[in-house]
C-alpha cells in the first residue's frame, strides 16, 4: 500500500487546524470552493486581504469575524511575535468586503493556538485549548462589551454580612479581575467561609459581569454535596431570593451538562471522564484521587492519556472556574481538565503550598491563615494532649508456643492457631499485619481517664454523669476502625448509638450517621478513616483523637481543621449539654501524628514494591503507561496463582465477567507494538490510498492504542480494585492477646504548657493595660476597699472589651490555661462572668490561687454568719435567714446588691423592700452594705 511521505511541515499544521475547526463546528472550505451558506460558522483558507492572503478567514453567519494565523510546529514558541502580522489581516480590508476590523485573532500551530479578543480594553493573547465554536462567537457578537470589558463595571461591595478576611478577598479578587489576571488564589483558613465568599463573587460575576456559567470544581462527591447546599442556602444582600431562586445551579451526576445551568457543580473526575467520552465509576468521586501516591509519580514522570476537544463541552464552556481545595486539584491528570477550559481560574484553599502558590502565578489575592482567624475569633485555638503505650512504641514479640488467634482480614472469621515461631512486630505493623486488643484497649482507656481529669474535666450533667465531648477519631482502615469502635463502647460502658463509624463503606448512610454526629446528642464519638478527614464542618467537635499517622503536612492541616469551628454556646449545648462554650479544641495524639517528619505533599512512591492498591487506583483514574500497565499485569499474575476457586467466581462479579488471565492480557497488549500495528491496520485498509497521509496513519495507531488502554482500563472499578486489594492481602492477622500493653506517657504537649504560660501571660498583661480605662479594673487593682461596689454591669464592661480586643482571651480559655500551669481545686464557673472575676482576682493578687468567685461568696457568706452566731446565739430568725440567702444568692450571680433590686425577682415574691424593712428594721441597710462588702472581700 502506498505512503505518502512528502507532506511538509506547514501542511501538517493546515491538516492539524482544519481537524480542529472541524471538530469546533466549524466548515473548512478553500477560497474556489466558497459557500458562505452552508452552515453557522465557515472558515476559508487563503482568503484575500488588501495586505495579502490570511491564512483563514472565519465567517459566521455570512459575516467575517476573526482570522487565524497558522504556522509550523516547530514555531509554537513565536506565536507570540506574529501577533502583529495576524492583527494587520485583522484589520485590513476583505477583498469584495467593507468590512470593520475582526475582532477575533487567532494564532496557531495546529498544537499551539493563543486567541485574542479586540474588543477587550487591553487586548491581551492567551493560549487556549482548541478554537471557539460559531455559535459561542454568535452570543458573544450579541453583547455590546466582552467579558473582560464587563467586569470593570462591577460595582462596589456591599460589605453587610460580610467578615473582613472575606472582604479582602473579594475586594482583590475583582480587582485581579480587572486586571485581565487569569489565575488567581485566595488561601483563607479552614472555617473561615471559603464557600460563602465564593457564593458571593459568582452572585456578583453573574449579576454584574452576565457571566454565562460558572464552574465550582471539587474533588469529592462529599464537598459537591456541601457546596450545592451552600448555595441553595446563600442569600444575596439585594435581593430577597436565594441564589438557587435566582439561578440555576446543576451539580452534576452524570455527563449531562444542562443549557441552562448558571452554576455547575463538578467532581473533577467527573469532567475528566466527561471529556475523556468514559463512564465514571462513582466510587472514584469518594475519595480524594490525589492521596495516591503511586498515581502522582506516574503523572510527575509521564503523561497520563490526554483529554480531546468535546464538542458537547467546548472550551468556552465556562467563563469562570472555581477550584475548591485546589492544594490538590490542579496537578497532573488534573491540570489537563483545568487548561482544556478558557476561563478564569479561581483558588480556594486553607493550606496553599509552593505548588499551588507557582501554578496560580504568585497571585494570592487574600492570605487569611489560621493563626489570624484565632486571633479574629473565626476559628478556635488547639491544645495537644499526648498519649504513648509500650507496644505503640517498640512493637512486641508474639512467641511460639502460644496458642493465638487469626483473623481473616475479608471475611473476619477468627481461628485459633498454635503458633510454632516467634514473630515480631513492630509499630508501623500493628492494625496491619497485628491486632493488639491491649493496644488499642489501653490508648481508649487512658483517653476516658484524662478527659475526666485533666483534658476536659468539668463535664458532668445533672445525673452526675461524666459527658464525654463530641470526638473524632482518625483510624489507619476500615479494619481498624471497627476494632476501635468495639473497644470505645466498653471502655466507655455504653451501646451502638455511642460511637459510629463514618466512612462511605458502612452499611448505614454516611451522611445520616454524619448529620447525627454534627446535629443530634449521639454519637459522641466517630470514627472514621478519611470521609470527614477534610472539608467536612462538623462544628460541635472538641476532640480529634489521631490513631493514624499523617506524612502530609497539607492533609494533617486539613486533618486538624475539622476541629477549628466555632459555634455559639446555644448551639454546642444543643448537643453537649455540659459545655458552656468552645473556646478550644484538643488533639489527642496517640500515634505521634504532631511529631512525625512532615513533606510539603504526599510522598511520591519511587521504589520498586509499589502497592498494589496504587497501581490499581492509577489505572481507573486514566494513567497509562507502559510501566504502569505491565507492574500491575505482573502483579495480577501472581495473584491468578495464588486466590482460591471460589475467589476467582466472585472476581467475575467486579470485572463484568472478565477473568484474571483475560484482564492481564489487555493490560500486556496495550503496550504491545505489534498488536496496535494490527488494530491499526484494519482501519488504515479502510481508508483510499491517496489520503493515507503520514500524520493519518500515525493517528490511527495513536486512536489504536488508546482503544486498547482504553479496553484494558475501563475493567478497573472501585469495588473490583477493593476486591482484588482484600484478596490480595495476607488473608489473616494475628490478633496479639498475650502482650498486654501499658501507658507510658499522658501529659499536655510542652509547647502547650508554654502555650498556657502566653495565654496567661497576655491575660494580665491585657487587664494591667486597661486597668485605669475600665472602672471594674480599676477598682480591683487601685481601690481593692470599694469591691463591694463592683456591678454587673461593671464586670459585664469587662467581658464585651475582652471579646472584641481579644476573643483568644475567653475567661474558659485561660480558665484551662491555668489548670495546666498550677493545681486548681475548684471547679470552672458555670457563669462565664463569675469566671472573669474569678480570673482578675487571680492575677490582681487578691486570691493567691485560682479560685471560683461563686465558692469564695459562699464561704464568705459561711463565715459570716457563723461570726454573726458567735456573738450572740442565733441573731436571727428563721425567715431573716432565709433573706440573707437570698441576697447573697443575688451576689453570687449580680456581685453586688442595691436596696432598689430588693423590688425584683426573687424578693418581690416574698414582700421587697417593705418585708426586709419589717424584718431588720433600721438595720436594713447597714446588713445590706455589710454584705457586699464581706462577701466581695
Not at 495507531?701 to 482484588?724: C, H, V
Request: aromatic share 8%.
Amino acid at each position: 500500500m502506498p505512503i505518502i511521505l512528502n507532506q511538509n511541515p506547514e501542511q501538517i499544521a493546515r491538516d492539524k487546524i482544519d481537524e480542529m475547526l472541524r471538530e469546533a463546528g466549524w466548515l473548512v472550505q478553500s477560497k474556489i470552493k466558497v459557500d458562505l451558506s452552508a452552515g453557522k460558522g465557515v472558515a476559508v483558507r487563503e482568503y484575500q486581504t488588501e495586505v495579502g492572503p490570511a491564512d483563514y478567514v472565519l465567517f459566521v453567519n455570512r459575516k467575517p469575524v476573526g482570522i487565524i494565523e497558522a504556522k509550523r510546529e516547530d514555531e509554537g514558541h513565536r506565536l507570540t511575535v506574529v501577533e502583529e502580522q495576524s492583527s494587520n489581516y485583522a484589520n485590513a480590508k476583505l477583498k469584495y468586503l467593507n468590512n470593520d476590523p475582526l475582532p477575533f485573532v487567532y494564532e496557531s500551530t495546529g498544537t499551539i493556538t493563543r486567541f485574542t479578543d479586540y474588543r477587550d480594553p487591553k487586548p491581551r493573547g492567551r493560549n487556549v485549548f482548541s478554537f471557539h465554536q460559531p455559535k459561542t462567537i454568535t452570543e458573544w457578537l450579541r453583547t455590546d462589551k466582552s467579558l473582560r470589558e464587563r467586569l470593570l463595571s462591577i460595582p462596589t461591595l456591599d460589605e453587610t454580612g460580610l467578615r473582613p478576611a472575606q472582604i479582602v478577598a473579594i475586594n482583590n479578587l475583582e480587582h485581579s479581575f480587572k486586571k485581565n489576571r487569569p489565575k488567581a488564589l485566595i488561601q483563607m483558613a479552614t472555617g473561615a467561609g471559603k464557600t460563602f465568599t465564593a457564593a458571593t463573587f459568582i452572585y456578583r460575576l453573574l449579576k454584574h459581569a452576565d457571566a454565562r456559567r460558572v464552574l465550582f470544581l471539587v474533588d469529592t462527591k462529599n464537598l459537591g454535596e456541601q457546596a450545592e447546599q451552600e448555595f441553595m442556602t446563600f442569600q444575596p444582600n439585594d435581593d430577597n431570593r436565594k441564589f438557587t431562586e435566582l439561578y440555576n445551579v446543576q451539580r452534576l451526576t452524570s455527563s449531562y451538562i444542562a443549557n441552562d445551568s448558571q452554576v455547575c457543580i463538578s467532581t473533577i473526575q467527573r469532567l475528566y471522564s466527561i471529556l475523556k467520552g468514559e463512564e465514571l465509576d462513582e466510587s472514584a468521586e469518594l475519595d480524594n484521587p490525589n492521596e495516591n501516591s503511586w498515581l502522582q509519580n506516574k503523572m510527575a514522570k509521564n503523561k497520563a492519556i490526554p483529554v480531546e476537544y468535546t464538542a458537547e463541552v467546548p472550551i468556552e464552556q465556562f467563563d469562570f472556574i472555581v477550584i475548591d481545595e485546589c492544594h490538590r486539584s490542579i496537578y497532573n491528570l488534573w491540570k489537563q481538565v483545568l487548561d482544556y477550559f478558557d476561563a478564569f481560574l479561581i483558588g480556594l484553599t486553607a493550606t496553599p503550598d509552593k505548588r499551588t502558590i507557582g501554578f496560580f502565578e504568585e497571585n494570592m489575592v487574600s492570605e487569611y491563615t489560621y493563626e489570624q482567624s484565632v486571633i479574629d475569633g473565626v476559628n478556635v485555638p488547639y491544645n495537644v494532649y499526648h498519649i504513648e503505650t509500650e507496644i505503640s512504641k517498640n512493637g512486641a514479640v508474639v512467641e511460639s508456643g502460644w496458642w493465638i488467634d487469626r483473623r481473616d482480614k475479608l471475611t473476619r472469621a477468627e481461628r485459633r492457631n498454635l503458633e510454632d515461631e516467634d514473630t515480631a512486630y513492630f509499630k508501623n505493623d500493628l492494625d496491619k499485619k497485628v491486632v493488639n486488643p491491649s493496644q488499642i484497649r489501653n490508648i481508649i482507656r487512658e483517653y476516658k481517664r484524662a478527659l475526666k481529669t485533666t483534658i476536659y474535666p468539668n463535664r458532668i450533667d445533672e445525673n452526675g454523669e461524666y459527658e464525654v465531648p463530641k470526638t473524632l477519631v482518625f483510624a489507619k482502615t476500615d479494619s481498624h476502625a471497627d476494632d476501635i469502635i468495639k473497644i470505645i463502647r466498653k471502655e466507655f460502658d455504653e451501646g451502638n448509638d455511642f460511637c459510629k463509624k463514618v466512612t462511605y463503606k458502612i452499611e448505614e448512610d454516611p451522611k445520616s450517621v454524619l448529620n447525627r454526629f454534627r446535629n443530634s446528642y449521639y454519637p459522641r464519638i466517630a470514627v472514621t478513616v478519611d470521609m470527614i478527614a477534610t472539608g467536612t464542618d462538623v462544628k460541635p467537635l472538641e476532640v480529634l483523637l489521631f490513631m493514624r499517622d499523617v506524612k502530609s503536612i497539607n492533609y494533617f492541616e486539613q486533618m486538624k481543621g475539622r476541629g477549628t469551628r466555632t459555634i455559639n454556646s446555644d448551639s454546642l449545648q444543643l448537643v453537649t449539654k455540659t459545655a458552656k462554650n468552645k473556646t478550644h479544641f484538643v488533639i489527642v495524639d496517640a500515634v505521634g501524628a504532631t511529631k512525625s517528619k512532615k513533606t510539603d505533599s504526599r510522598p511520591l512512591e519511587r521504589k520498586p514494591s509499589v502497592p498494589m492498591k496504587d497501581l490499581l487506583g492509577a489505572v481507573t483514574m486514566g494513567v497509562a503507561d507502559e510501566d504502569l500497565f505491565l507492574s500491575l499485569a505482573n502483579r495480577l499474575i501472581r495473584l491468578e496463582k495464588q486466590i482460591t476457586e471460589k475467589e476467582k467466581e466472585k472476581l467475575l462479579e467486579f470485572s463484568g465477567g472478565k477473568n484474571l488471565k483475560q484482564i492481564t492480557k489487555e493490560l500486556i497488549t496495550a503496550y504491545d507494538q505489534d498488536a496496535i500495528e494490527q488494530k491499526a491496520q484494519k482501519e488504515i485498509d479502510k481508508i483510499p490510498t491517496q489520503e493515507q497521509t503520514p500524520l493519518l496513519i500515525e493517528e490511527t495507531k495513536k486512536k489504536a492504542q488508546e482503544q486498547l488502554i482504553l479496553e484494558a482500563s475501563k475493567t478497573f472499578n472501585g469495588e473490583l480494585n477493593g476486591y482484588l486489594e482484600n484478596v490480595r492481602k495476607q488473608h489473616e492477622q494475628i490478633i496479639d492477646s498475650v502482650n498486654i500493653d501499658t501507658v507510658t506517657k499522658s501529659e499536655w504537649e510542652t509547647t502547650s504548657v508554654d502555650k498556657a504560660q502566653q495565654i496567661v501571660k497576655d491575660f494580665s498583661e491585657y487587664l494591667e493595660a486597661n486597668k485605669d480605662e475600665i472602672k471594674a479594673l480599676s477598682i480591683f487593682y487601685n481601690q481593692p476597699y470599694n469591691r463591694r461596689n463592683i456591678t454587673f454591669k461593671m464586670i459585664k464592661e469587662v467581658m464585651e472589651k475582652l471579646q472584641l480586643e481579644k476573643p483568644l482571651l475567653a475567661p474558659d480559655y485561660v480558665w484551662d490555661a491555668y489548670t495546666q500551669l498550677e493545681e486548681v481545686k475548684s471547679q470552672q464557673p458555670k457563669d462565664e462572668l463569675t469566671a472573669l472575676v474569678s480570673l482578675i482576682r487571680r492575677v490582681c493578687g487578691i486570691d493567691n490561687e485560682l479560685k471560683a468567685f461563686d465558692k469564695t461568696i459562699d464561704e464568705n457568706f459561711k463565715n459570716w454568719m457563723f461570726k454573726q452566731n458567735a456573738g450572740q446565739h442565733n441573731r436571727f430568725t428563721t425567715e431573716q435567714v432565709e433573706w440573707l440567702r437570698m441576697i447573697k444568692d443575688h451576689v453570687v450571680s449580680s456581685y453586688h446588691i442595691e436596696i432598689d433590686d430588693l423590688d425584683y425577682t426573687p424578693f418581690d415574691a416574698k414582700g421587697g423592700k417593705g418585708k426586709m424593712h419589717q424584718l431588720f428594721g433600721n438595720q436594713m441597710n447597714d446588713i445590706i452594705n455589710e454584705l457586699n462588702e464581706v462577701l466581695a472581700a
